[in-house]
């Protein structure tokens, strides 16, 4: 008769459909492998056997299969949030995007002594 590995908590089950699919809606909002770990209640080690027990490969190679999916989302939300006219998205996404920036020009020609005085300042 053999024994099932136990870890801290106690035995972990194997990831059903329902949490392999909240698994993966994890990774699309960035959760990061710690905070996943976390939710499901085991290590990192144990995270990785419960998915080679579905057929994949390892934690690191799902995240990298599914993490663009929530950056895509991501980016089309903001995309719709500038079409609706919001001013700062659309201000964002013209310097993300099409490479504007806020540049301010500031011309000086100083001539003669500055003095600065205030509270601390010692007279320059």
Not at 15 to 31: E, S, T, V, W, Y
Not at 39 to 65: C, P, Q
Not at 70 to 91: D, F, H, I
Request: proline share 3%.
């Amino acid at each position: 008769m053999s024994k099932k590995k136990t870890g801290p908590k106690g035995p972990t089950q194997p990831l059903d459909d329902n949490d392999f699919q909240k698994l993966i809606a994890m990774i699309r909002i960035q959760c990061t492998r710690d905070e996943i770990c976390e939710v499901f209640g085991m290590s990192d080690t144990t995270l990785n056997r419960r998915l080679k027990e579905r057929g994949e490969e390892n934690f690191e190679a799902l995240y990298k299969k599914h993490q663009g999916e929530g950056k895509a989302s991501l980016r089309r939300m903001q995309w719709k949030s500038a079409e609706n006219g919001n001013a700062t998205m659309l201000v964002w996404l013209g310097k993300q995007v099409l490479g504007q920036s806020d540049k301010q020009d500031i011309n000086a020609n100083l001539s003669g002594n500055l003095t600065v005085v205030g509270k601390g300042y010692p007279n320059v």
